[in-house]
């Protein structure tokens, strides 16, 4: 077990809804990382939260929007989704210095 | 800027003997180095990483890495492979932590 628990496992939904993804990190670790895994793009960089602020952007597209609160768990939103949408999506938690992050088990969307 | 490279989408090796897997890095300041193992439907999880000091680093389940500087690169080792070892293998530089499609590696009994 990782400490970095992904909520909910599994999501099917329909083209042009929107889903919310949470994420809560391990203990005390104030960065929060989310990534896509598809077969054809492998792990794509999405976002980078410290301790509430924005750090760092990846291919993250406009329909897509992320957040971390007060209480460092963060969500994913994803809007207007599409079947091309269909992945794994992981979050990571990493503390300060030199540390390792440490990833949850993720949330497997599924659009139809 | 940090980036790495993995050249080989797959590695194919065969039980008991060694294996490498292949990682060479771009970075300005401080590679700072770290090595990742993804099971099937599993999220991915640490094996060992590259700071400072010696230039084998050693990590979880028999796996090494040796830092090499003048050939930046950064390969991952094991002196033998099992089955269980087959999983896909990430390298990643610590200040992004972005990834890019892994190398898999399958051991065949």
């Known amino acids: 077990d990782s400490g970095v628990t992904q909520t909910p496992k599994h999501l099917i939904t329909a083209t042009g809804q929107r889903v919310t993804l949470r994420c809560s990190p391990r203990?005390?670790?104030?960065?929060v990382y989310w990534y896509q895994q598809s077969l054809d793009q492998g792990l794509q960089f999405l976002i980078h939260?410290?301790?509430?602020?924005?750090?760092a952007k990846g291919n993250i597209l406009e329909r897509f929007s992320a957040q971390q609160f007060p209480d460092l768990h963060s969500e994913l939103n994803l809007s207007s989704l599409e079947l091309g949408d269909s992945a794994l999506y992981f979050c990571?938690?990493?503390?300060?210095?030199?540390?390792?992050?440490?990833f949850g088990q993720g949330t497997r969307l599924t659009v139809v | 800027a940090q980036s790495v490279a993995q050249p080989e989408d797959q590695v194919n090796v065969a039980e008991g003997n060694p294996l490498t897997v292949k990682c060479t890095y771009s970075?300005?300041?401080?590679?700072?180095l770290f090595w990742y193992v993804q099971y099937p439907n599993r999220g991915l999880q640490f094996l060992l990483k590259?700071?400072?000091?010696?230039?084998l680093v050693k990590g979880s389940y028999g796996f090494e890495a040796e830092f090499n500087k003048s050939q930046t690169s950064f390969h991952l080792k094991k002196p033998s492979a099992l089955v269980s070892d087959s999983a896909l293998y990430f390298c990643?530089?610590?200040?992004?932590?972005?990834f890019g499609k892994g190398t898999m590696l399958l051991v065949s009994p």
């Open positions: 990643a530089p610590y200040s992004t932590l972005t």
């Open positions: 970075v300005s300041g401080n590679p700072y």
């Open positions: 939260y410290y301790n509430g602020e924005e750090r």
């Open positions: 990571a938690s990493r503390g300060g210095g030199n540390t390792e992050a440490f």
């Open positions: 590259y700071i400072t000091g010696d230039n």
């Open positions: 203990s005390g670790d104030l960065s």
